[in-house]
């Protein structure tokens, strides 16, 4: 069994910062792209950052400069660094992870649970 387990998210005032974290773990074989989405509550699930085992990394233009990625390959977990957080950030976040694992030897695309971010004003 393959899983995405986030860890991390809380309740912060406005201006803070928080670090979300997500290992992958299981029966995986290689990880591409690893990333982090948002879903805020009467809205649909939005890009944050996404991070490729390069090292090639993409934000959406509302947390650029305020919000970083990263992964550690060898412990197939990444990283979400979010600072300057706001309340419009409030929302769950979501791992996501390209992977091949055992179970197809094909590459999937694989979600976690979910963290609740709340950026209180």
């Known amino acids: 069994q393959v899983q995405l387990v986030e860890s991390g998210g809380g309740l912060v005032q406005a201006g803070g910062s928080l670090r979300l974290s997500c290992a992958a773990s299981?029966?995986?074989?290689?990880?591409?792209?690893m990333g982090w989405y948002r879903q805020a509550p009467g809205k649909q699930r939005e890009l944050v950052a996404t991070v490729t085992t390069a090292g090639s990394i993409n934000y959406s233009d509302s947390v650029k400069g305020r919000f970083t990625i990263s992964r550690d390959n060898a412990k197939n977990t990444a990283y979400l660094e979010m600072n300057s957080l706001r309340p419009e950030d409030t929302a769950v976040y979501y791992c996501?992870?390209?992977?091949?694992?055992?179970?197809?030897?094909?590459?999937?695309?694989?979600w976690g649970q979910g963290t609740q971010v709340t950026v209180s004003s």
């Open positions: 299981g029966s995986i074989l290689s990880v591409d792209a």
């Open positions: 996501n992870a390209l992977m091949v694992v055992t179970s197809t030897w094909r590459m999937g695309n694989y």
